[in-house]
């Protein structure tokens, strides 16, 4: 089943959001955190704006969240994790999921 465009756009809006809510100085040292610290948004925010890497979990993990939200579709973790082609586990899906909802 294909999800619907609005879900991609306001999946996209959760990542505008996220990747605005850090620090105007980038806050932290842009060094990538394992595991991440929901009280540290804005040095997650700092590595994702300084690596692709980082910036590719936050995205995926936005359209993870959209797709939960708005879809009638039961979709977990590893769907998210095998989209990124082994890149990211289920368990860095849902950490990054913890501090984009913090």
Not at 2 to 14: K, N, V
Not at 23 to 28: E, K, N, Q, T, Y
Not at 35 to 46: E, F, L
């Amino acid at each position: 089943r294909r999800i619907e465009g609005g879900t991609a756009s306001r999946s996209l809006t959760l990542l505008d959001r996220f990747m605005s809510s850090g620090a105007v100085d980038g806050g932290g040292d842009g060094r990538r955190r394992a595991p991440y610290s929901r009280r540290d948004v804005p040095g997650v925010v700092a590595a994702a704006r300084l690596d692709r890497d980082e910036y590719q979990l936050a995205a995926l993990t936005a359209l993870f969240l959209g797709i939960k939200l708005h879809e009638r579709l039961n979709i977990q973790p590893g769907h998210v994790a095998y989209l990124s082609r082994g890149r990211y586990g289920p368990d860095e899906v849902v950490e990054m999921e913890g501090v984009m909802l913090a």
